[in-house]
């Protein structure tokens, strides 16, 4: 398992992207791509160069010119005029679906109706009852669906698992777990994965390989959520998440699982999270093992291993194997799957089986329960709960109009969260008062700045002055500083429902 003779960065690297394709087996499986998404390049069309079992045989995108340059780009041979077109194609065996979120349900169910095989990127599904759903279907039609948890089948996933598990076999129970994956704010705010129609926020997109390294490598089974700090940034849209979940260990003892996730930090805030970034840290009765950079091991990966009795701390050897891509073990994976007419995966490595699944998407689904937001629905779904919101926001504001310049009068209610304010707020003031708020972008107005609002929560109250503006709260809503928050209730809580009314 160690990496001494495995290739160095660069060459690592130059393995990420082949420019060349080697030549094809006669039965290589022809797979097709739904979309030209960013990811499609990394996630199969350069491992796809590296093997002969299996070619990249059509892409089909909204608009076929983009279809058409995305191919010409990667040297695809094909399009197709639709997704519909190229889920239905007889010639394709396989589908890869790096669609968003929320359209990963519809387009894996129709492409496993046509009888294909399916690569299906994270996370599986908008939530838990479509996941169960898809793979349903996938076993009824005796087709293989996989949801693309790459960095599992990295020879350094495979060895940090086998050591641990063989270390909890010894006889020593998992104390503690933290895993986070802190992204910096490098996707524009019009990014799929900001966009509650699409089944975006972070919890989604980050939280998943979050949630699932803490399942995956520690075996623990999963209990409730015990908290869930969002940060919301517009309708619904979680830019960072927080919490710990209750898991209970083979003897059904409890374990606290810490863990942290966010699409909005800033390059510099990283440092902050130092400790975490991103890794999984187990703690035994005996020992802490780390695993650093475990989502991207291709790039770069440590491992320690702290004995807590001397309090030494061990370097374990690197393990990049062949020095391929995540993406690269990931598709042998999938490839060995499909042509296994018997589709026992059981001695993959790695293997994500459609129960570990679905119960991924049942902890994302109680992550968002437990935050107080709404989990992801399907498309389609979204008209409803739109409507649902609206009257919900009618009835939080008492059905009053707020007309005129006047700051309305009145009693109001509605979610309250909390924020840090830090350097001014959109009325222009300093914001180093620390009891202040930030009211929602509806109700804000420019002369509603400077007046005091007084929220009350469970018979407690506190009074701040608005000054600022969040615009993506919904009707109703107030972000609280942290301090005034804390006044109202733990901050473990992260959401409350509050009442509040202008002084
Ligand atoms: N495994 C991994 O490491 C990664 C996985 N992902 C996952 O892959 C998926 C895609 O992510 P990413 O490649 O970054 O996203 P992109 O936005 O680059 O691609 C998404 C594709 O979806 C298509 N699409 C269809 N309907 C819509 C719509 N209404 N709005 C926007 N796009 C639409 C577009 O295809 P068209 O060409 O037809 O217009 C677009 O190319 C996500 O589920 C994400 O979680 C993302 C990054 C890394
Ligand atoms: O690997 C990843 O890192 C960044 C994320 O936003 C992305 O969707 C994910 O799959």
């Not at 990966?301 to 194997?321: M, W």
């Not at 020095?323 to 018997?342: C, P, R, S």
């Amino acid at each position: 398992m160690a990496s001494h003779n495995s290739p160095g960065f660069f060459a690592r690297q130059r393995l990420s992207t082949p420019k060349q394709s080697v030549s094809k087996d006669p039965d290589a499986l022809r797979i097709g791509i739904l979309g030209a998404a960013s990811i499609a390049p990394l996630g199969v069309i350069y491992p796809a160069r590296t093997m002969r079992s299996i070619i990249v045989v059509s892409v089909a995108a909204r608009d076929q010119t983009k279809a058409k340059d995305f191919a010409a780009k990667y040297s695809i041979p094909n399009t197709h005029p639709s997704y519909e077109a190229l889920v239905n194609d007889p010639n394709i065996d396989c589908i890869y679906n790096p669609l968003p979120n929320g359209l990963h349900y519809e387009w894996t169910k129709k492409a496993l109706e046509a009888g294909k095989h399916v690569l299906l990127e994270k996370p599986s599904a908008s939530n838990a009852a479509q996941t169960q759903e898809l793979f349903e279907l996938a076993q009824q039609k005796n087709r293989v669906l996989l949801e693309a948890f790459h960095y599992r089948f990295h020879p350094a996933s495979i060895y940090f698992r086998e050591i641990l598990q063989k270390h909890i076999a010894d006889g020593h129970p998992i104390q503690h777990v933290k895993s986070a994956l802190i992204v910096p704010g490098i996707f524009p705010p019009t990014d799929i994965r900001f966009n509650i129609k699409l089944a975006g926020g972070t919890t989604m997109d980050t939280g998943c390989y979050v949630v699932n390294s803490i399942l995956y490598f520690t075996g623990l089974e999963f209990d409730s959520v015990d908290k869930a700090v969002p940060k919301i940034i517009s309708e619904e849209i979680d830019g960072k998440m927080e919490g710990v979940l209750n898991m209970k260990d083979s003897h059904g003892a409890n374990v606290q699982a810490h863990f942290a996730t966010s699409l909005i930090n800033s390059w510099l805030s990283l440092q902050t999270y130092r400790e975490f970034f991103p890794s999984v840290i187990v703690e035994t009765d005996q020992k802490i093992f780390t695993f650093g950079v475990f989502l991207y091991p291709t790039l770069y990966h440590f491992f320690t291993l702290k004995d807590k009795v001397t309090g030494k701390t061990e370097n374990l050897p690197k393990a990049y194997g062949e020095g391929y891509t995540t993406y690269h073990y990931q598709l042998e994976a999938f490839i060995k799957a499909v042509k296994n007419d018997g589709r026992d995966t059981s001695l993959i490595a790695g293997w994500m089986r459609g129960e570990d699944s679905v119960l991924n998407m049942k902890v994302i689904d109680a992550i968002y329960t437990r935050a107080g937001m709404k989990i992801r629905e399907r498309n389609s779904d979204l008209g409803m709960t739109q409507a649902l919101c609206r009257r919900d926001n009618r009835f939080i504001n008492g059905g009053r109009k707020q007309k005129g310049k006047k700051p309305p009068g009145g009693n109001f209610k509605g979610r309250a969260t909390y924020y840090n304010p830090d350097g001014k707020g959109s009325c222009g003031d300093e914001l180093s008062n620390n009891m202040v708020a930030a009211l929602n972008g509806s109700q804000m107005k420019k002369d509603i700045c400077g007046k005091s609002i007084k929220v009350t929560y469970e018979g407690k109250s506190v009074v701040v002055k608005v000054l600022d503006t969040c615009p993506g709260c919904p009707k109703g809503a107030v972000d609280l500083s942290e301090a005034a928050f804390k006044q109202l209730a733990d901050l473990d809580k992260g959401v409350i429902q509050v009442a509040w009314s202008f002084v």
